[in-house]
């Protein structure tokens, strides 16, 4: 404004205008959801002009981020899957002027446990332990409760104090038969497994020592273990017996060697699947004694239908014939 004795005079009006890169003001929090429900981030900032706003998204922890298409917009907005736990959100702002970039925010996706692993058929002696596996994911990790059905599945009844993988028992023989579960449960829902059969045998009541040797080491592959294959595969006579028998054997009539087999035949079923045979039962026999464990006892020598498949279950059972 101008001004003199003979008046005023005023100009036009001017406009400051103070451009600003962008300054993030609000962050995006973590959000947590249930799959298939929307999450949604919010972020803001100020800035002249008014920037614009690019959401990024990361799936390995927050070492990359890649721009999500079309998230343009100051609030984001995804349907959730159980895939999409962990990954991380972040908002970039930019104007002529510069960019500003918010904190990152994490997602987690909580969802119902998926059983990954069930537990299967256990055999074993009265008074050894029997093991029962079993997995599930889920978000929140799940906690595991075993139960139990003496009825044929009919019903099932929480283990007290089973809330662990493995489930441990100490096999009786009134448990014969019995079906194992697992249930595993978070604050979203709950899976329960299949059920797996314990089958408990008695004791064996024959030793691998056929030809009844009186030295230490009665029980010989080339021996003992020879016997038993040759009896499976149906030799009888002096084609059972021939070069088979140890130097101190004390069972050395074939008749009784082959009596003696074919009364305990039951004890030699080695893989527990109901039969004795000469290329599962017989080759496990002539194995073990031969030294072999693990892997090399079992591999090709377990029949359908076995019970007690594992090396482990295998190795537990010959030993009770070998004591």
Same mark, same amino acid.
């Given at each position: 404004?101008?001004?003199?004795?003979?008046?005023?005079?005023?100009?036009?009006?001017?406009?400051?205008?103070?451009?600003?890169?962008?300054?993030?003001?609000?962050?995006?929090?973590?959000?947590?959801?249930?799959?298939?429900?929307?999450?949604?981030?919010?972020?803001?900032?100020?800035?002249?002009?008014?920037?614009?706003?690019?959401?990024?998204?990361?799936?390995?922890?927050?070492?990359?981020?890649?721009?999500?298409?079309?998230?343009?917009?100051?609030?984001?907005?995804?349907?959730?899957?159980?895939?999409?736990?962990?990954?991380?959100?972040?908002?970039?702002?930019?104007?002529?002027?510069?960019?500003?970039?918010?904190?990152?925010?994490?997602?987690?996706?909580?969802?119902?446990?998926?059983?990954?692993?069930?537990?299967?058929?256990?055999?074993?002696?009265?008074?050894?332990?029997?093991?029962?596996?079993?997995?599930?994911?889920?978000?929140?990790?799940?906690?595991?409760?075993?139960?139990?059905?003496?009825?044929?599945?009919?019903?099932?009844?929480?283990?007290?104090?089973?809330?662990?993988?493995?489930?441990?028992?100490?096999?009786?023989?009134?448990?014969?038969?019995?079906?194992?579960?697992?249930?595993?449960?978070?604050?979203?829902?709950?899976?329960?497994?299949?059920?797996?059969?314990?089958?408990?045998?008695?004791?064996?009541?024959?030793?691998?020592?056929?030809?009844?040797?009186?030295?230490?080491?009665?029980?010989? %592959? !080339?021996? @003992? $273990? &020879? *016997?038993?294959? #040759?009896? +499976?595969?149906?030799?009888?006579?002096?084609? =059972?017996? /021939?070069?088979?028998?140890?130097?101190?054997?004390?069972?050395?009539?074939?008749?009784?060697?082959?009596?003696?087999?074919?009364?305990?035949?039951?004890?030699?079923?080695?893989?527990?699947?109901?039969?004795?045979? %000469? !290329?599962? @039962? $017989? &080759? *496990?026999?002539? #194995?073990? +004694?031969?030294?072999?464990?693990?892997?090399? =006892?079992? /591999?090709?020598?377990?029949?359908?239908?076995?019970?007690?498949?594992?090396?482990?279950?295998?190795?537990?059972?010959?030993?009770?014939?070998?004591?």
């Amino acid at each position: 404004m101008f001004t003199s004795v003979a008046g005023t005079a005023t100009t036009t009006t001017a406009t400051l205008t103070v451009n600003a890169p962008p300054s993030v003001s609000v962050n995006p929090s973590n959000v947590t959801m249930l799959a298939g429900h929307v999450a949604t981030f919010s972020a803001s900032a100020t800035g002249y002009p008014a920037p614009s706003v690019q959401w990024q998204s990361s799936t390995d922890g927050g070492l990359n981020f890649a721009n999500m298409p079309g998230a343009t917009g100051a609030t984001l907005n995804v349907m959730t899957n159980k895939d999409m736990n962990g990954n991380r959100y972040r908002a970039v702002f930019t104007n002529a002027y510069g960019q500003a970039t918010s904190t990152v925010a994490t997602l987690t996706v909580q969802f119902a446990p998926t059983v990954t692993a069930n537990p299967s058929a256990f055999s074993a002696v009265a008074g050894a332990a029997a093991k029962f596996y079993a997995a599930a994911t889920g978000n929140p990790a799940p906690s595991v409760q075993w139960q139990v059905s003496t009825n044929a599945g009919a019903s099932y009844t929480n283990l007290v104090g089973s809330t662990a993988v493995p489930l441990v028992i100490t096999s009786q023989a009134s448990q014969n038969g019995n079906l194992y579960r697992a249930v595993f449960a978070n604050n979203v829902d709950s899976a329960t497994t299949t059920a797996a059969t314990l089958n408990v045998a008695a004791l064996p009541t024959a030793t691998l020592d056929i030809d009844h040797s009186v030295t230490a080491t009665k029980y010989d %592959a !080339l021996t @003992d $273990g &020879l *016997l038993v294959l #040759r009896a +499976l595969f149906g030799l009888t006579g002096t084609g =059972l017996t /021939t070069n088979a028998l140890g130097a101190t054997a004390t069972r050395t009539d074939p008749a009784d060697v082959k009596a003696y087999i074919d009364s305990n035949l039951a004890s030699f079923d080695i893989d527990g699947n109901g039969s004795v045979d %000469a !290329l599962t @039962d $017989g &080759l *496990l026999i002539l #194995r073990y +004694l031969l030294g072999l464990i693990d892997n090399a =006892l079992v /591999t090709g020598a377990i029949g359908p239908g076995a019970t007690r498949g594992g090396a482990a279950q295998v190795q537990a059972y010959l030993l009770l014939l070998t004591p």
